[in-house]
């Protein structure tokens, strides 16, 4: 079993940057891969970033690419989403979850934080 728990969301303006953290319990943190989603309001969730459990390979969805980073760090357990250049669009409440593969499909994934807000003003 695993428990995350994000943190780090905020109000922004338009071309600021946020980071977003996801603390893990438990020992199978390093065995998981890791990504970020985000819901906007009336929206599906989809897919930000995810990086494998090797922690070398990472992907990201088009319209964050070259914007967001995602990091693990298999000692501390946590997970981190660096986003910057922030755009109205990014407005969302951004998820933590946990799954074998590193999938852009939400329900590949097994284990979900309770989210955090990120609004970006204009």
């Known amino acids: 079993q695993m428990t995350l728990v994000e943190s780090g969301g905020g109000l922004v303006q338009t071309g600021g940057s946020l980071r977003l953290s996801c603390a893990a319990s438990g020992d199978a943190f390093k065995d998981l891969a890791m990504a970020w989603f985000r819901q906007a309001p009336g929206k599906e969730r989809e897919f930000v970033a995810t990086?494998?459990?090797?922690?070398?390979?990472?992907m990201y969805e088009d319209s964050v690419r070259g914007r967001f980073i995602i990091s693990a760090d298999n000692s501390k357990k946590t997970v981190e989403l660096h986003m910057n250049s922030l755009k109205p669009e990014d407005t969302a409440i951004y998820y933590c979850?946990?799954?074998?593969?590193?999938?852009?499909?939400?329900?590949?994934?097994?284990?979900w934080g309770q989210g955090t807000q990120v609004t970006v003003s204009s």
């Open positions: 979850a946990a799954g074998s593969l590193p999938l852009t499909e939400a329900k590949k994934y097994d284990y």
């Open positions: 990086v494998a459990r090797s922690r070398g390979f990472r």
